[in-house]
């Protein structure tokens, strides 16, 4: 019940705030953002009610479904998803006050991101194709209208272009997944993975497809595609990427940091606790596919980010770059799971990079709309200079975030991509080699950023500017101790995966 | 209560409302209100009655009625036509609803309206081809009167082509019955009588194609599906509600329950060609759709669209081919039924106009926030996002269409992608225009009213909950499958 509590939780909010006659803007926004705590306060009930069940459940729900086709809505949330969660309601939090801050939005606004918010706990959570499914689309009518609406110029494109793509993408998955259900009867991903392990799932899919005449193997190889099309499109996987750029853009920047924050964690989810999960047999095949796009995504995602002078596509494109690790990650797992050792360090390292990413990359778009208030909307790395004369707090703050993002050490961004590589370095040696390349270049544009933006002459045009207002400092502390803490003792974010990690490494264990 | 209610109450509503006098014509809203819901309250009961007991005896009442040639008033409700008198009442009961304000005539209005309802009840009731054949008859003259007389653009041309389609379709189930009651003796018309009896193949091959068109060109099949576009846009909002959501179902619902158990082998010869119209129905109706400048013409064409996922599913005809034609078949009626409501009542009535380009200097996003609202979780429930009840529905057709026909998946695929496309646009322009800041200022327009506030929420809460929580409807529709009717079909490799 806890856990139908939490799912449901965002949405009465959404509801409260949608219907309540002659609620005034300001106050819907106040109201948002003490409902947005409450999630929080209902995580915290489940990790201290928690006795240390075997499987490591948190808290569970089921209602049936189409019952005769072993449909249900189960929703169960592990140390992971708790870790996930927790990441959903901080930024969701924070991209509120962020908006109330900056004055952006009113009733429609606020009672989109706690549907949104809802949506996403589903994901994070959902046991079953199905449900996860259903909570996977209903995030993409408010991410949709949320750029659409509010966002830039070019939104109305950028927001449709958004919406067909994942769409596409979605529809492929479905498909997929159909095939599947078809083939063995069943979608839950418990029960999938374990007729993986015993190397049902491309049998049955020979025998459900003889019309095709195709291998089992090949079938199965051709749903794990579907699906994976689907997830990368989320993430976003180079070439997968279009949509990214201008959405990042052209959304209202606390609409970009869930953009960025959460909806493309759904995919490195997906990733993690689905696609390895159901199709261990086909994993070694696609394994060189998987690892080429992701050191293409972490490459490209770089260059691009280079290439850039409008800093919230920097950043945006930045994202692809990090993600890509995550990407990484997960096919030199794909590519051998025999090393347990390298194994585990990858897995936990891609659940710490999707964390601590949503939180370095949420300090980022908060500096740039900082930047952005100042000055008027002006956004290009060019447009500002010397800013550590005239804010040196500011410049402080961001430039920590910055340092995150490029992996210094002690500071959460590291953590994540260390173990990312020092387990991808035992599996596929050559990838990540060439993904170190990576993160030379993102120093390379980080640093330039920082040069561009906090030294250099102080334009005269920002000679008046000053520095963070109180409000603007309290709003930067959650976020810089979360990328503070979690680097100087990782554990406190490992402990929860820990669990889970051996738990995936069972499953991943080819049987004989 | 039971199944017989929904049929009584909506003929003697109205002969009620005919046999008002004319100073107390405004009472006729009230009456036709009653009728249905009675209709609507009944179904739902006795779908409820039949979900606590699956395994008793259906309901089935029986009288002579013609004996010389076999003709019995056989009445009938097993699970899947049990859901269908629901969708009906649901419908009904909105209809009226969007209707209130109904001025002109309102005693003929709401009279024609029951009378079409009476006959659709009937023909998901009736358990005899004769029977059948004539509350299939009965729809057809008010759907005429009412396109015609309270119509709007067009409404003459689109009521005479609706008409003209509709009478040529009933004379080719005419022959196709005729000739399956001559071909099993000529003893009688009764539908499980018929279906068990056997037919030479030669026969079915082609007694089959006239029997099913007939049917299928009411549920809209390709390329006989265009009246269907032009009868929604030229009637009144009620009637494109009920055309769209529930008598394109007639002939959905005949081509599953009379033409495939009567001609099986038919089917079979003719099952890929069928599979093909209906994949091109979903395409083609998307496509046309995405091309649309009246907001009316948009949801017509996307009618067709979706009806082609019914058709898909009865030609895939496995088990979960044939449920999800019948959860489609429930899911476009109330979608449908919502989105003519909105586009054809709450908007129409107060812009005047469904020009997808002169909407956009309503700003009905800020003028009529209830109604952009409203439309978003239509669009969203039509462009089958799961959660709504086209999601379920077009998961299990697409199940169906893997164990048949995989080659046409990706085809489906495309449709529906093709339909978030047109759906978004017609959403973008109707609703959240772009305009610039110099742009004039949006007349007011008059907020929601209660009616339309209660039909609207009506029509989401049943999409949602068919949605979230399909298993009854499963349930119901799968007790309908287990019929002897469908023995031969579901028993095909």
């Not at chain 1, 050559?430 to 920082?450: D, E, K, N, Y």
Request: positive net charge; contains cysteine.
């Amino acid at each position: 019940m806890l856990l139908l509590s939490l799912l449901l939780l965002p949405l009465l909010g959404a509801v409260i705030i949608g219907v309540w006659p002659g609620l005034a803007r300001q106050c819907a926004s106040r109201l948002a953002i003490t409902w947005a705590v409450l999630p929080l306060a209902v995580l915290a009930a489940m990790e201290f009610q928690y006795a240390g069940a075997a499987n490591g459940v948190l808290a569970e729900w089921s209602l049936p479904w189409i019952p005769d086709a072993n449909i249900n809505l189960a929703f169960s949330a592990d140390g992971t998803s708790f870790l996930f969660l927790l990441l959903t309601s901080l930024i969701t939090l924070f991209a509120l006050a962020v908006s109330a801050k900056l004055d952006i939005g009113g009733r429609a606004y606020c009672a989109l991101i706690l549907v949104m918010e809802s949506m996403l706990f589903g994901v994070f959570t959902a046991r079953h194709f199905i449900p996860w499914f259903l909570c996977w689309e209903m995030t993409l009518i408010p991410a949709y209208l949320l750029i659409r609406l509010w966002g830039g110029k070019g939104a109305p494109r950028a927001a449709l272009r958004f919406f067909v793509i994942t769409l596409g993408g979605g529809v492929c998955m479905l498909l997929g997944f159909l095939a599947l259900q078809l083939a063995v009867g069943t979608m839950d991903f418990a029960q999938l993975g374990a007729l993986a392990a015993h190397h049902q799932l491309a049998p049955g899919l020979a025998k459900s497809f003889a019309v095709t005449g195709l291998d089992g193997h090949v079938l199965l190889t051709l749903v794990a595609v579907l699906v994976f099309l689907g997830l990368a499109v989320k993430i976003p996987v180079v070439p997968f990427h279009a949509w990214l750029p201008d959405a990042y853009a052209e959304a209202p920047t606390p609409v970009t940091m869930l953009l960025t924050g959460l909806l493309s964690k759904m995919g490195v989810y997906g990733l993690l606790r689905v696609f390895l999960v159901v199709f261990p047999e086909v994993l070694p095949g696609l394994a060189p596919w998987l690892t080429a796009l992701a050191v293409a995504t972490v490459l490209l995602g770089a260059m691009a980010a280079l290439a850039q002078k409008d800093l919230k596509r920097m950043i945006a494109y930045s994202s692809v770059n990090h993600l890509g690790y995550c990407v990484l990650a997960v096919a030199a797992v794909a590519a051998m799971h025999s090393d347990r050792a390298a194994v585990s360090s990858a897995v936990a390292g891609v659940v710490l990079q999707a964390f601590n990413h949503g939180v370095i990359a949420s300090a980022l778009f908060f500096s740039i709309a900082i930047l952005e208030s100042r000055s008027g909307g002006l956004r290009g790395v060019n447009d500002f200079g010397g800013l550590r004369a005239r804010m040196p707090v500011f410049s402080g703050l961001m430039a920590l975030a910055v340092f995150a993002s490029l992996g210094l050490p002690g500071l959460s961004g590291f953590v994540g991509e260390f173990l990312i590589f020092n387990g991808s370095f035992g599996l596929v040696p050559w990838s990540a080699a060439i993904s170190l390349l990576g993160l030379l270049l993102t120093a390379v544009f980080l640093l330039r950023l920082i040069r561009l933006v906090f030294h250099g002459p102080l334009p005269p045009a920002m000679a008046k500017w000053s520095d963070l207002t109180s409000a603007e400092r309290w709003l930067f502390v959650p976020v810089i101790a979360l990328i503070v803490i979690p680097g100087l003792w990782p554990q406190v974010l490992l402990q929860f995966i820990n669990g889970d990690t051996l738990r995936l490494l069972e499953l991943l264990r080819p049987i004989p | 209560m039971t199944p017989a209610w929904t049929l009584s109450s909506a003929f003697l509503g109205a002969l009620l409302v005919l046999l008002l006098p004319v100073r107390m014509a405004a009472a006729s809203r009230f009456i036709a209100l009653a009728a249905s819901l009675v209709g609507a309250v009944a179904a739902a009961a006795a779908c409820l009655a039949r979900l606590n007991n699956p395994a008793g005896p259906a309901w089935s009442f029986t009288r002579p009625w013609l004996p010389t040639f076999g003709i019995n008033f056989h009445l009938a409700a097993d699970g899947l036509a049990l859901t269908l008198l629901l969708l009906t009442g649901i419908v009904a009961v909105a209809g009226v609803l969007f209707s209130w304000n109904v001025e002109r005539r309102p005693r003929a209005f709401f009279a024609f309206f029951l009378t079409i309802i009476g006959g659709v009840y009937g023909v998901f009731l009736s358990r005899d081809a004769f029977l059948l054949f004539v509350c299939y008859e009965i729809v057809i003259l008010p759907k005429y009167m009412l396109i015609a007389i309270w119509g709007s653009t067009n409404k003459e041309y689109g009521a005479m082509k609706l008409t003209m389609y509709s009478i040529g379709s009933s004379a080719l189930i005419l022959i196709g019955l005729v000739v399956a009651y001559a071909a099993a003796g000529g003893t009688s018309f009764d539908i499980n009588y018929l279906a068990s009896a056997h037919y030479a193949p030669s026969l079915q091959l082609w007694a089959f194609p006239i029997l099913f068109l007939g049917f299928a060109v009411l549920a809209g099949i390709w390329p006989f599906h265009t009246w269907a576009p032009t009868g929604h846009v030229a009637a009144p909002t009620a009637a494109s509600m009920l055309l769209a959501g529930v008598v394109m179902k007639l002939g959905a619902y005949g081509a599953l329950c009379v033409a495939l158990p009567l001609f099986p082998l038919g089917f079979a010869a003719w099952q890929p060609v069928i599979a093909g119209l209906a994949v091109i129905g979903v395409v083609y109706g998307a496509l046309t759709a995405l091309a649309q400048k009246d907001l009316k013409f948009v949801i017509g064409y996307s009618s067709v669209s979706h009806m082609g996922f019914v058709l898909l599913g009865i030609a895939a005809a496995t088990h979960w081919g044939l449920r999800g034609a019948v959860l489609q078949m429930i899911s476009h009626g109330i979608i449908a039924g919502l989105l003519f409501g909105i586009a054809g009542r709450v908007v129409y009535e107060r812009t005047h106009t469904r020009d997808l380009n002169a909407l956009q200097a309503f700003d009905l996003w800020r003028t009529l926030p209830g109604a952009a609202v409203a439309f978003t979780l239509a669009t969203a429930a039509s462009m089958g996002l799961p959660g709504f009840s086209g999601f379920v529905a077009e998961i299990s057709v697409a199940i169906g269409l893997w164990q048949k026909f995989p080659w046409l998946v990706p085809a489906i695929a495309a449709g529906i992608v093709i339909t978030g496309a047109f759906s978004l646009r017609a959403l973008h322009k109707a609703f959240f225009p772009v305009r610039s800041a110099s742009a004039a200022a949006p007349p007011p327009l008059a907020p929601l009213t209660w009616p339309e506030i209660s039909a609207i929420s009506l029509l989401i809460a049943v999409s949602l909950a068919l949605g979230i929580y399909p298993k009854p409807w499963v349930v119901l529709i799968d007790d309908g499958l287990r019929s002897p009717l469908f023995h031969t079909i579901l028993s095909q490799p």
